[in-house]
């Protein structure tokens, strides 16, 4: 089973969070289930570990590692040999798919033309702004 994994910067102080995902989609409300562990019993789901979160920087995990084993996000900037992109979830014609952009009308998807263990994760377009 693959990891499914969201962050989001905090409302309360601007660190990045990791975990679940709720959210209202009616009023827009977003917010990071945060577990914490009790030595491999049942993940302790209390008020404590449920984090309001800003919606524009929730960004979901890819299910891929960066070559410095950092896991790579939407929204994170990547290098991948002398050129930088954004990381982005892209739907299109009927498919939908992780990728890197190279030009406002060009994704590709992870892999595609990539040698993953070349990509570096950089920074993020919330932390460092949008490199293009």
């Known amino acids: 089973m693959r990891e499914i994994l969201f962050r989001g910067k905090r409302k309360d102080n601007g660190e990045w969070i990791c975990g ?4 209202d989609v009616e009023s827009g409300i977003c917010a990071i289930v945060s577990y914490v562990n009790l030595g ?12 309001a979160v800003i919606p524009e920087t929730v ?7 960066d070559k ?3 896991k790579i996000f ?11 992109h954004e990381v982005v979830f892209e739907q299109r014609n009927g498919t939908a798919y992780f990728g890197l ?12 033309y990539q ?3 070349q990509i570096e994760v950089i920074g993020n377009i919330y932390d460092n702004g949008y490199p293009f």
Not at 20 to 23: A, G, I, R, S, W
Not at 40 to 51: A, P, V
Not at 59 to 65: E, K, N, R, S
């Open 74 to 84: 939407e929204g994170d900037i990547v290098r991948y040999g002398d050129t930088i």
């Open 59 to 65: 960004g979901q995990y890819t299910g891929l590692t």
């Open 20 to 23: 679940d995902l709720l959210q």
């Open 68 to 70: 410095n084993g950092v």
């Open 40 to 51: 491999g019993n049942i993940h302790d789901l209390s008020e404590s570990c449920i984090f």
């Open 101 to 112: 952009v190279y030009s406002k009308s060009e994704t590709l998807p992870f892999g595609h």
């Open 115 to 117: 040698d993953l263990r």
